[in-house]
């Protein structure tokens, strides 16, 4: 079982909705997490940190469920700009990272 | 300060060549690593290091070769290029769990 894995997508929605998708991890033990967003194979940048009490900037919203292993990112009022992959990961004093997440919001 | 900066930008070799892909990180970061990124895939770890003469293999470690004399430098060494290391390559640092920095990527080709 790979220590970090996505949804692949690829999620395609109109501007002005709202997608959300989740990324489960392996190590119950994890502490640390971050969604980076990546386009076009450039360097990834980090978009936030997930906190274990949930945590939102602006449109995003990043959840934490412990129970489950898993995390989620929520965006909402999709802009074009907003089109990219989402990559998950994980920090156990080692990086672990999701394949990613395709999102394509169109006109 | 720079972060991590990654050299070169772009590179072409011709089967056989050697070369070697430069990281420098000015953040004190103990933890560094490299990835390459083929189209349509994730990034996939190649070597990584806990600190100053400490490195490991990672997923796809064959072919390369790292060392870390210093806790700033992290150079990733092709041996022998062969056209399946075509890819992009991302060099990351991090401290403690924090959040990682990443360079601005290497795209190279290998004819």
């Known amino acids: 079982r790979k220590e970090v894995e996505q949804d692949p997508g690829p999620f395609n929605v109109p501007e002005g909705a709202t997608v959300a998708f989740n990324c489960t991890y392996s190590?119950?033990?994890?502490?640390?997490f971050f969604w980076y967003r990546q386009d076009c194979r450039k360097e990834p940048k980090l978009l936030m940190s997930?906190?274990?009490s949930g945590n939102e900037d602006g449109r995003f919203t990043a959840q934490l469920n412990r129970a489950s292993q898993y995390i989620s990112l929520l965006i909402r009022d999709s802009k074009l700009s907003d089109s990219a992959t989402y990559l998950c990961v994980v920090n156990d004093y080692k990086l672990s990272f999701g394949a990613g997440t395709t999102v394509t919001v169109r006109a | 300060n720079a972060g991590v900066t990654q050299t070169p930008k772009f590179q072409v070799l011709k089967t056989g060549q050697s070369m070697t892909l430069q990281c420098a990180q000015d953040?004190?970061?103990?933890?560094m690593s490299w990835y390459r990124q083929d189209p349509g895939m994730g990034l996939r770890l190649i070597h990584y290091?806990?600190?100053?003469?400490?490195?490991d293999q990672g997923e796809v470690p064959n072919g390369y070769n790292v060392s870390r004399s210093t806790t700033e430098d992290f150079p990733l060494r092709l041996l022998s290029a062969a056209p399946s290391q075509t890819s992009v390559y991302f060099c990351?640092?991090?401290?403690?769990?924090?959040?990682?920095?990443f360079g601005q990527g290497t795209r190279l080709t290998v004819v």
């Open positions: 290091s806990v600190g100053a003469g400490i490195t």
């Open positions: 997930v906190y274990s």
């Open positions: 190590n119950s033990a994890s502490q640390s």
């Open positions: 953040m004190n970061h103990e933890y």
């Open positions: 990351a640092s991090s401290f403690g769990q924090d959040e990682a920095f």
